[in-house]
């Protein structure tokens, strides 16, 4: 068995989109670099350091992090997970669950879904 991802949705052109307009100055830097605690927490403990700078400091504190969405799930819905525990879960409950992938900056608070995804079992 083993977790695979389907129905992947890029966020991509919206980051994208952000970024640009966060340059440009139509945007404020606290509008997007707002992780709060739970997420920048989340983030070290759940989560993985990415081998790329953060678009908006550049430094390199960058992680990326899984958070885990179902009705059946919970308490667990709204959680982060690493992906042996998605694996578990997914397993466990007769329902897809939804998996968003996020990228947060430990430095300055930046925050952006990556991509969302239906994770399953096969
Ligand atoms: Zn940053």
Redesign the pocket.
């Known amino acids: 068995m083993s977790l695979v991802y389907r129905h992947v949705v890029s966020h991509r052109w919206e980051r994208a989109r952000t970024l640009r307009q966060l340059k440009a100055g139509h945007i404020r830097r606290e509008a997007v670099?707002d992780a709060d605690f739970l997420l920048r927490t989340a983030a070290a403990y759940h989560g993985y350091r990415v081998e790329r700078a953060?678009p908006?400091?550049?430094?390199e504190?960058?992680y990326e992090v899984r958070w885990i969405y179902g009705d059946k799930l919970g308490k667990r819905s709204g959680t982060a997970r690493q992906e042996d525990e998605i694996a578990r879960i997914a397993s466990e409950v007769d329902e897809p669950v939804t998996v968003h992938l996020v990228e947060v900056?430990r430095?300055?608070?930046?925050n952006h879904i990556l991509t969302a995804a239906v994770a399953g079992i096969e």
Not at 56 to 59: D, F, I, L, R, T
Not at 107 to 110: D, I
């Open positions: 670099c953060c908006v400091c550049g430094e504190d960058l900056c430095s300055c608070w930046w």
